[in-house]
């Protein structure tokens, strides 16, 4: 788990001594994420005033995973400080080291559900790399003839 980033020695302990060992309580990352009430909240118009509420979850747990986000949110070149820059220009400071803290534990679950895997950060140009470059192009050009231009593409050389 320390090969995670933001994750020290001292806050993988915390975090096994609070989640455990044993996975089998949690069949999916959902189940972990749920429990530990990093789960996103619901807004939804005319219910009861509850149903918005995440609860508190462990303090305990979401603090080490509070520091651990803020940590790999400040570093560079790896793919949370990335989820992180990407989160925060739409969402805020805030919901953006939420958003990191379960993607961290949703890592911590994979690691220990199987002792065999190890962790590999994806790098920080992993949703750039995604990007389906056909359909970007085409996007780029309706977008470009819904102003009113026509045009040619020319291949690069």
Known sequence: MAEI?????????????????DMTRFP??????????????TIQSGTSLTAGKTGKGNPYLKGAL??????????KGTFLSAR?????????????LVAVARSILVIIWHLLADPTTRFHDLGAD?????????????NLVRQLEALGHTVTLQPAI
Do not use: F, M
Not at 7 to 20: C, F, K, R, V
Not at 28 to 41: D, E, F, I, N, Q
Not at 66 to 73: D, F, L, M
Not at 84 to 96: C, N, S, T
């Open 126 to 138: 992993y949703h750039d790399r995604r990007v389906n470059t056909i359909r970007k192009t085409n």
């Open 5 to 21: 980033p933001g994750i020290n020695t001292e806050s993988a302990q915390l975090i096994i001594a609070e989640i455990g060992l």
């Open 84 to 96: 992180y820059r990407r989160l925060v220009k739409r969402r805020g400071k805030g919901k953006a």
């Open 66 to 75: 509070g520091s651990a986000a803020a940590t790999s949110a400040c570093g």
């Open 28 to 41: 999916t990352a959902g189940h972990l994420v749920s429990w530990a009430k990093l789960c996103p909240r």
